[in-house]
């Protein structure tokens, strides 16, 4: 063997350490990629739970808001109908009050219709509901009512979308 072959062989050596090296080097990087992909989708699966707790969380505070309205609108409406003769003041109060039970409702309404609730469960829940509310005071719901998101909500259940 002469002195160049002797050369050639002690390179090709090093050539081949050198690539089972980035081997490993590049093995330990996927090794790292795969338990960073790991730690981030449990993270993410976290994340979507928080979310999903938060949505619930609202869904509550916007029922709790509606019945404290319906409640206060349920009381100035009884006192409406025991009073003979209503007096401006009570008038006043009663539409103070619907308005602001409707106006709830109305953001409840839009928050189904922007896909924040799952439509299937809130139909199930509030159909009776925004059924009633509409059907009972036909009045505050026809063209250019301000609770639009309320009627088109109502008309997209009741059509069985």
Do not use: C
């Amino acid at each position: 063997m002469s002195q160049y072959e002797a050369q050639a062989l002690v390179i090709a050596r090093e050539a081949v350490n050198a690539n089972w090296a980035a081997v490993g080097v590049a093995s330990l990087a996927l090794v790292v990629a795969v338990v960073a992909g790991l730690v981030a989708y449990n993270t993410l699966q976290a994340m979507v739970t928080q979310l999903d707790t938060a949505r619930w969380n609202s869904l509550l505070a916007f029922e709790q808001d509606m019945a404290t309205r319906r409640s206060k609108f349920g009381e100035i409406a009884a006192q409406l109908d025991q009073a003979g003769a209503p007096t401006d003041l009570l008038r006043k109060s009663f539409d103070e009050a619907k308005e602001s039970y409707f106006n709830s409702l109305d953001r409840l309404a839009s928050s189904i219709l922007r896909g924040h609730f799952a439509d299937a469960e809130m139909k199930q829940d509030y159909r009776d509901v925004v059924a009633t509310v509409v059907r009972g005071f036909p009045d505050d719901f026809n063209t250019g009512t301000p609770y639009r998101k309320v009627v088109k909500l109502y008309n997209r259940w009741e059509d069985g979308a």
